[in-house]
Nanobody, 115 residues
Framework: QVQLVESGGGLVEAGGSLRLSCAAS????????MGWYRQAPGKQRELVAD???????NYGDSVKGRFAISRDNSKNTVYLQMNALKSEDTAVYFC?????????WGQGTQVTVSS
């Protein structure tokens, strides 16, 4: 059974930082591209960042220079360090694991940035 469990969300003031974690089980983690997506109320889910098996990272335009994605294959965990948070970063953040035609999602963690 595949599980992706996000943690680290919460309420933070604008300009602050948070670090999200996503612990994976039931998959061969090192083989998967891991990603963070977010969905704000009334908006479509969008890519925040993803990281390949080899560690190459890709970022959405709105978070470049502020967020950093990383992975620890020994812990089956992917992280999202979020700095200089803005009110527009408020959303539910979802972890995704993708390999070939397979795609798995976590349940999401709420991030709220107060201005």
């Amino acid at each position: 059974q595949v599980q992706l469990v996000e943690s680290g969300g919460g309420l933070v003031e604008a300009g602050g930082s948070l670090r999200l974690s996503c612990a994976a089980s039931g998959i061969t983690f090192r083989m998967y591209r891991m990603g963070w997506y977010r969905q704000a109320p009334g908006k479509q889910r969008e890519l925040v960042a993803d990281i390949s098996r080899g560690g190459s990272a890709n970022y959405g335009d709105s978070v470049k220079g502020r967020f950093a994605i990383s992975r620890d294959n020994s812990k089956n965990t992917v992280y999202l360090q979020m700095n200089a948070l803005k009110s527009e970063d408020t959303a539910v953040y979802f972890c995704n694991a993708a390999f070939g035609g397979l795609s798995y999602w976590g349940q999401g963690t709420q991030v709220t940035v107060s201005s």
